[in-house]
Every structure is written in structure tokens, then in C-alpha cells.
């Protein structure tokens, strides 16, 4: 990549890719600008309908990330065309389309792709004040931040393919994936919210770093704090990683610290790749405990896990 052409630069391109932001941001005037994303993934559940559902709710999430109000989307499928039963790819865009017209986003088409191994995903196009954006670069010293959703739905996926967890475990999983970051979106815009992003594929940790880097400041993480899935520790402890878990270790490299009392199965979900995860919010000290109260009233698993500090000698530190 970094060998490609730099773009010319355009006045209007608030947020690009430089910051590694959750979607970009493109000023049509003063008062109004676009937000645009794309993601699609592999199964990683059984169901064909909550697949669908997940991709979809995935894709939205990261116009929500940056504040904005999820408008259209464009479906991309990759399914084979012999094999395979269509009744899957049916219940897939039934999912899907189920879930954006729940959040009144509308589907104005897409593409598919005749491909051996099934992905699916939206590409999202949302609307925004320019003026009310939360990026990763918004974070500031003496900010708290707070995580809206558990984690550890790498290591469930896992689990499933290898048959390793039971229904409870994957459903409540599965709710996570499917509660909205539509809530937290509503609640950063009353709050003023300028830093945040979505825990996705990079994990906390990944997107953590990014934040502490646009940000330039150092990002302290309480490991102990840290909600957790039901399950998701048991099944780090046995192994169930993902591939992610190591590409986010070199992802993040010696610019984490992890001190000696994080424990170790712990340290796995912190680099466990999410779907749909929750959102990591920077917010000023005098507003945590009332945006954390009103999270709650959608993400009753929301805590505050750590705080912002002017940048050290580690982007993050886990304690």
C-alpha cells in the first residue's frame, strides 16, 4: 500500500484513511456531510438468518462509530454457484435486509461474486454534521473511556466451528452481535462525544491503539474491568483462537505494554478479533458517569475500563 499514488488533496475530505477510522467523512456543505464504510466476512455462526442479520448490523455499526445517522446500503455477496443449497444465500439477504429495514437504512442494490467460500457484508452510506464527528483522533488527555458491549465473540466463532461451546454461551454471543451501535450514537451526540470508534476486527486492543495514536496521547486500560462474554475466558484458556489474535499482536507490536498482572487468558480476548463489537467512547471526566448511566439503558454491560493520559512511552498500557 504504500507504494500506490497519493491522492490529490481534496478540501472537502474530513475524515480519510490515514487515521484509521471506522468510515470516511466527506463535507457536501457546511451543516451536512457523507459517511461512507464498507465490510463483509466470512460465516461465523451456524444460522444463515443470524448471519445475515450480524453482517448487516457489522456494516451499520461503523457509521454509527462516528456518530452519523446510517441512510442506504449496498449488499456484497460471494456464494457459489453449484454446491451450495440457494436456500442459505436466501436466508442470508433475508437477515440482512431484515436488519436494515428495522434501522431505517434502505437497500438501493448491490454486487455477488460466483466464489468457493461464502462472505457477505454491506457497504453503509450515512449522514453527518461535520461539526459533531467522533473519530479516533478525539481523544484528550483526562478523558475516561467506556466499552459498551463484552467481548470474546472471536474466540465463541471458534468454539462453534469446533463444536466446543453450548447454546447458552453462543447465544448470548449472538445478542451482543445483534444489539445496535444506533443507542450509542444517539447518547454521543448529546454528550458531545469527539473520540471513539468500534471494536471490531483489530480487537480492543487494535482499535485502542489507533485511537492513542491519531490522538497522539497514551491510552491506560483497567484489564479487570473489561466486560466479558460468558464463556469467552474459558475458551481462551483452551485455545480457541482465532488467526487474529496473533496478526493483532503484530498489529499493535512493543507499542503495548501489558504489565506482569494481566492475566494471560485475559491478554488473549484483549487481542481477540470482535463482529459487531461495542463501542469504545472517550469522554470527558465530568460527563462519564452520566453518558455511562444512559448507555446502560441499551448496554447493561457498559464500563468504564479506562482513561486517557498525554502520550508516554507506550500508545497503550494494560494494568
Request: proline fraction near 5%; glycine fraction near 10%; include cysteine.
Amino acid at each position: 500500500m504504500s507504494e500506490l499514488p497519493k491522492q490529490p488533496v481534496d478540501p472537502n475530505l474530513i475524515v480519510g484513511f490515514d487515521t484509521a477510522d471506522d468510515a470516511g467523512v466527506y463535507r457536501l456543505r457546511d451543516d451536512l456531510a457523507l459517511v461512507q464504510t464498507l465490510d463483509f466476512f466470512t460465516p461465523i455462526v451456524d444460522d444463515p438468518y443470524d448471519y445475515g442479520r450480524i453482517s448487516a448490523l457489522n456494516s451499520i455499526n461503523d457509521v454509527w462509530a462516528m456518530a452519523g445517522t446510517p441512510i442506504t446500503a449496498m449488499a456484497i455477496t460471494c456464494f457459489p454457484k453449484t454446491g451450495v443449497d440457494p436456500a442459505i444465500l436466501s436466508g442470508i439477504m433475508r437477515g440482512g435486509l431484515e436488519t436494515l429495514n428495522r434501522y431505517g437504512v434502505t437497500l438501493i442494490g448491490g454486487h455477488s461474486v460466483d466464489n468457493a467460500q461464502i462472505m457477505f457484508g454491506y457497504s453503509v452510506t450515512g449522514v453527518i454534521d461535520p461539526n459533531k464527528i467522533a473519530t479516533n483522533s478525539g481523544a484528550r488527555p483526562g478523558d475516561v473511556l467506556i466499552l459498551t458491549k463484552p467481548i470474546g465473540t472471536g474466540v465463541i466463532s471458534t468454539g462453534i466451528k469446533k463444536a466446543q461451546v453450548d447454546d447458552a454461551v453462543v447465544a448470548a454471543s449472538v445478542e451482543t452481535m445483534l444489539t445496535p451501535g444506533k443507542y450509542a450514537a444517539e447518547a454521543m451526540r448529546e454528550f458531545e462525544v469527539k473520540g471513539a470508534t468500534d471494536v471490531t476486527g483489530f480487537a480492543l486492543l487494535g482499535h485502542a491503539w489507533e485511537v492513542a495514536c491519531a490522538s497522539k496521547v497514551t491510552i491506560e486500560i483497567d484489564s479487570r474491568a473489561v466486560p466479558l462474554l460468558d464463556g469467552a475466558l474459558e475458551l481462551a484458556h483452551a485455545g480457541m483462537l482465532t488467526s487474529g489474535d496473533k496478526t493483532n499482536r503484530q498489529y499493535v507490536g512493543n507499542d503495548a505494554e501489558l504489565l506482569p498482572s494481566v492475566d494471560v487468558d485475559l491478554a488473549k480476548l484483549l487481542f481477540d478479533p470482535q463482529t459487531a463489537g461495542g463501542m469504545l467512547i472517550a469522554v470527558t471526566e465530568d460527563k462519564a458517569e452520566a453518558l455511562l448511566r444512559t448507555l446502560r439503558n441499551n448496554y447493561p454491560h457498559a464500563q468504564i475500563i479506562g482513561r486517557v493520559f498525554p502520550r508516554r512511552s507506550h500508545s497503550i498500557i494494560v494494568s
